[in-house]
């Protein structure tokens, strides 16, 4: 099993979950983080480090949100690693009481 980063991620991109990671598999893009499944090791270190709850377990991921797991897993392969917090965009607290961000996701 592995952990997916879902769609509150969007455009928020707190990046607490990274610091606690022990494998590095995380990956940063434009405005989102994603998991690489076949780097997760389900140590569930990162899912209560996320002050928006966007990442969750893969048996948990909501029926609007299962085309997360394909995400995560693409993008992953695009996006580089990253291994240490960043900086959260400025308007990250604004867009995480947003719904519906799928559209706003940069690639």
């Known amino acids: 099993m592995t952990f997916v980063v879902t ?3 969007i455009r928020c ?3 607490d979950c990274v610091e606690v990671c022990p494998v590095d598999c995380f ?8 998991i690489d499944p076949d780097e997760c090791i389900d140590c569930t270190l990162c899912e209560p480090e996320c002050p928006v709850e966007a990442i969750m ?9 299962e085309q ?3 995400l995560n897993a693409e993008l992953a ?3 580089p690693v990253i291994t240490a917090a960043g900086t959260p965009p400025a308007d990250a607290d604004e867009w995480a009481k947003v719904e519906g961000k799928l559209e706003h996701l940069k690639r």
Do not use: I, R, T
């Open 68 to 70: 997360f797991k394909q």
């Open 77 to 79: 392969k695009k996006w």
């Open 57 to 65: 377990s893969e048996d948990e991921v909501p029926a609007a949100q």
């Open 7 to 9: 769609e509150k991620c």
């Open 13 to 15: 991109k707190y990046m």
């Open 27 to 34: 990956h940063e893009g434009p405005n989102m983080l994603v």
